[in-house]
């Protein structure tokens, strides 16, 4: 009796201490061509699991960046924010009008936060856009 319930504690300490992936969707490195002069808009969702702390990823632990800069696209929060006004980064817009045709690249990283159950961890993705 013992036995199985040190090997019962043994199975929840190891798995209250995993390390989920943090999953991006869309889940591939690129994202739907756009075309030179037209509004272009996707959306890009990061921890879709985790919409429960929605202050998961926000402007402190969260970095975007789009190359070139000249692009003519932007990448934004989408309109969630947290109980003080600033922005939750779990759910991404990626909009505006190409200015030129070529590739563009969507980087985003940053870090996660340690919780009880889950240690602290760094990710990045990077996206390519094609613009035709």
Do not use: W
Request: with cysteine; hydrophobic share 35%.
């Amino acid at each position: 009796m013992i036995m199985r319930l040190l090997l019962l504690f043994s199975v929840l300490v190891i798995a209250s201490c995993h390390t989920a992936k943090l999953d991006f969707k869309p889940s591939e490195d690129s994202l739907p061509d756009a075309k030179v002069a037209m509004y272009y808009e996707q959306e890009i969702v990061i921890g879709e699991k985790i919409e429960a702390n929605p202050a998961f990823l926000n402007k402190d632990n969260t970095s975007v960046t789009v190359s070139p800069d000249n692009s003519g696209l932007q990448v934004l929060p989408k309109n969630k924010s947290q109980r003080d006004g600033s922005p939750v980064y779990n759910a991404l817009v990626v909009k505006g009008t190409p200015l030129t045709t070529g590739e563009v690249h969507i980087t985003i990283s940053g870090y996660t936060y340690g919780t009880m159950y889950t240690r602290s961890r760094k990710f990045n993705k990077t996206y390519t856009l094609r613009i035709k």
